[in-house]
């Protein structure tokens, strides 16, 4: 059966239903959003003198629910016109509804009764064959089927979502032993192309993969914690960045979910699974119970294993101390072993030095570390038949760059399981028969595409679903890489299709990056189709090399400089202005020279997730690279009349002028950074294949070089005056300062073509003269110089 979600049903409009409703309407699909009637009426309400009868009432729950969601931070739409895709109702006046729905997803409280009730009211109105789904992170699906029809229990199976479903790329697939398979099949196909997740079958067991391992991880470095005496400073400083964690690792991140969320779970777990070898460790310590006894549950109530103060007009962030009960400054934990592998940026490199460190942090790595493969390895095959899910579970549930059985392979199988026997782990019989086989990792790459070991054939063998994804540290693996040097490298995509990957720290654009592109599209004239410009890194790229640019701004070297921004200008005019096709594909933070790099290419592929922008003006400067001359350009092009003329290159000044950055590939379209023609890649995984697919369209349809503008109308004095006059009532104001103001008026020159009597057509090249020199001047400016090493030195803008 060929089927098509075009409205989906989201039953409870909670965090999680309206978040989940939000990421709907995300990818174009029209939502039905219900929740209860309230039982009461509120004292407003009274006043009022309405009625339970009245819809404003009737609707109250989920109107007040969904507007909190709208207001919340980070954004749960990529744009704020997707809400219309929304549809508000309550169960009693519009489940009827729910019969033209392909979809309907349950998302109420936690209480297998309440469900129950909720799918006796479904089973009412729904069409037969419709998918039902709950997004229970706890409850057994299967229990939820009783005195459910056949249809009903065909169609039915848990879709677990993570919060915030926008961001967190988890989708739990959830089948019960009465789920049509086609049912499961299509969800996990949808999930991935559709909503852009990672979509991960899990067997109908407590918590499922992700949390059930998960939590057993955070516990576990609970336990080491205290089996070492150690405090949660020392904890967080070991358990983030360093080891391919958020930032916010282990205590931080209880404080944003809430520690009520890791009580619930863990004790849920803890009664679930009597017979769990670790079952102890969910039996949550003393001070968390204290934790909860006082209502200090994180963020949601202001003070958690952390404490947000002002002092002296400062904030401060305090840390618990879990001996005394109280708060304390936060230190700075120092640790040889960490000192030790700061030169160390490939992660899989680091663990080898990290577990095998002399110091405290080494004995934690190697207690918490070896407790969590002991673990992992004994949930298969009670919680998945295979050892990739769990891996994909974890790293796009909890934020983990790699998971536990890629983290054993880096410290080497057989030599971690002799260690582990060592301190009193020992993982389970399969890891002893695959080593007694002859295979000795977890994972490999054959051909550019990644396997792991089947237990059950003792063999390796693709993990499914990934190939279709390009994923360029298996290529290399593969020895597809065709050119490099320290900060980039060329990498043969296949097809006639290079790729060009950053590799500097940040991905910044430095002369590394530069030669890079510069030899790819060198390469790709001479015998490929088309240069795709992307990475797998943290972000797409910070923008240009500050460090670099103040040496030499310092050094006052203006002749270096110049030549620096010239090159970097004239790479973003290559990109432009080549004889294939050039396709770049920014993902997350894409700024400064990030930004205009996207804005040279031929075709952007972005990931939903960009968040891209021209932020030079922080820095004191303004866009050096072709962006102040891209974004002039670019209006142009849009509007030829007067005063529309005047307000759209307003607009873009102002973007710039205000270093606006977009929080999603779909705001970058309404900013004029992104164009109606560029694609827009939902899931991050298949980003690089949709950018190479768009190099190989546009080859296919007989790309020619484009030829350099000399058409580009700018305003002149008309506009510079239009633009002064605004900035010095902003600095009359006090809104900005003096020097704001000199960068403001510098942008107002080159974006209006300079000193010109009357509008008029300019070239590419004399708007790239213009906003060099102005670039340049700037960089003469003491208060530059300033701001730049303020951002160098503590990655914060100064405002001078």
């Known amino acids: 059966m060929k089927r098509n979600i075009k409205k989906v049903a989201v039953l409870g409009s909670g965090i999680m239903g309206s978040r989940i409703a939000c990421h709907f309407a995300n990818i174009g699909v029209e939502v039905l959003l219900l929740d209860i009637v309230p039982f009461e009426l509120t004292d407003a309400e009274k006043e009022k003198g309405l009625t339970k009868e009245d819809p404003q009432v009737r609707n109250r729950i989920v109107n007040d629910a969904f507007e909190s969601t709208l207001k919340g931070k980070p954004a749960s739409l990529y744009h704020k016109d997707f809400a219309k895709r929304i549809s508000l109702g309550n169960f009693d006046d519009d489940m009827h509804k729910i019969k033209d729905c392909d979809w309907v997803l349950e998302a ?99 918590a499922f993969i992700a949390n059930r391992v998960g939590i057993y991880a955070i516990l576990k470095v609970v336990e080491s914690m205290q089996k070492l005496d150690m405090n949660i400073d020392e904890v967080d400083k070991l358990t983030g960045p360093v ?9 931080r991140t209880s404080d944003v979910v809430g520690l009520d969320t890791l009580i619930k779970v863990a004790n849920g777990l803890y009664e679930n699974l009597p017979n769990d070898e670790a079952r102890d460790t969910f039996k949550l310590p003393d001070v968390i119970g204290k934790l909860e006894e006082n209502k200090w549950l994180g963020d949601k109530t202001g003070q958690g294993f952390y404490k947000k103060t002002k002092k002296d007009g400062k904030t401060e962030i305090l840390t618990l101390d879990l001996d005394s009960m109280e708060y304390k400054p936060k230190t700075k934990p120092k640790f040889s072993t960490l000192e030790s592998t700061k030169q160390i940026s490939n992660l899989k490199e680091r663990f080898p030095v990290l577990v095998g460190g002399k110091d405290k942090a080494g004995e934690f790595y190697r207690d918490s570390f070896y407790g969590l493969f002991q673990y992992s390895s004994n949930r298969i095959p009670e919680i998945s038949d295979e050892l990739y899910r769990i891996d994909q579970a974890l790293c796009t549930g909890f934020g983990w760059e790699i998971g536990p059985f890629e983290t054993w392979d880096a410290l080497g199988v057989k030599k971690s399981v002799e260690k582990m026997e060592e301190a009193g782990y020992k993982p389970n019989q399969w890891v002893y028969d695959m ?81 890079g592109i510069n030899k790819a599209i060198s390469m790709a004239e001479e015998k490929y189709r088309g240069v795709v410009i992307s990475n797998e890194g943290s972000n797409f790229s910070v923008g240009a090399n500050l460090g670099m640019i103040f040496m030499y701004a310092i050094e006052q070297d203006y002749d270096e400089l110049d030549f620096m921004i010239r090159q970097f200008q004239q790479t973003m005019m290559r990109a432009r202005y080549s004889a294939i096709p050039v396709v770049v594909a920014p993902h997350n933070m894409a700024l400064g020279g990030g930004c205009e790099l996207s804005m040279h290419a031929d075709h952007v592929q972005a990931s939903a997730e960009t968040y891209i922008g021209l ?104 506009g510079i005056a239009l633009f002064k006059a605004g900035v010095s009532g902003m600095k009359m104001g006090r ?52 701001r730049i090493q303020a951002v160098l030195q503590g990655g914060k803008p100064l405002r001078n």
């Open 735 to 786: 809104y900005i300062s003096e020097h704001d103001q000199k960068i403001a008026d510098k942008l107002a020159y080159v974006m209006c073509g300079g000193d010109l009597s009357y509008p008029q057509e300019v070239s590419e090249q004399y708007l790239l003269d213009l906003e060099r020199e102005a670039f340049l001047s700037l960089l003469g400016e003491k208060k530059t110089l300033e």
């Open 435 to 515: 080593l007694e086989s002859g295979a000795d990792s977890f994972y490999r790459v054959e051909a550019g595409q990644k396997q792991y070991y089947d237990i059950e054939s003792k063999k390796y063998v693709n993990i499914p679903g990934t190939e279709e994804f390009i994923i360029l540290e298996n290529l290399k693996e593969s020895g597809k890489e065709i050119w490099s040097n320290a900060e980039a490298g060329i990498i043969d995509l296949g097809d006639g299709i290079i790729n060009v990957e950053f590799r500097s720290k940040s991905n910044s654009l430095g002369g590394g990056v530069v030669e």
């Open 243 to 251: 080891i391919g964690r958020p930032k916010s690792a282990t205590f």
């Open 108 to 206: 109420v409280v936690e209480r297998l009764d309440i469900k129950k009730q909720v799918f006796e009211n479904v089973e009412k109105h729904r069409t037969k064959g419709t998918i039902i789904s709950s997004n229970t992170s706890g409850i057994p699906i299967h229990m939820m089927l009783e005195d459910r029809s056949e249809d009903f229990q065909k169609h039915f199976i848990g879709t677990h979502f993570f919060n915030p479903p926008r961001y967190l790329k988890l989708l739990e697939i959830i089948p019960t032993p009465k789920t049509d398979q086609e049912i499961t099949d299509f969800l996990m196909h949808y999930g991935d192309l559709y909503l852009g997740k990672t979509t991960v079958l899990c067997k109908d067991t407590p």
């Open 615 to 718: 932020v030079e003006v922080g820095v004191g400067v303004i866009p050096g690279g072709g962006g102040t001359k891209e974004n002039a350009l670019r209006v142009a092009d849009r509007y030829q009349d007067g005063d529309v003329e005047l307000n759209a290159l307003q607009n873009a000044y102002m973007n710039i002028a205000m270093a606006k950055v977009a929080t999603s590939a779909h705001e970058a379209r309404d900013m004029g950074i992104l164009r109606p023609s560029d694609g827009i890649s939902i899931n991050r995984s298949r980003q690089i294949a949709d950018a190479k697919a768009a190099a190989i369209s546009l080859a296919d349809a007989g790309y020619t070089m484009p030829v350099q503008r000399t058409d580009i109308k700018v305003q002149g004095k008309t």
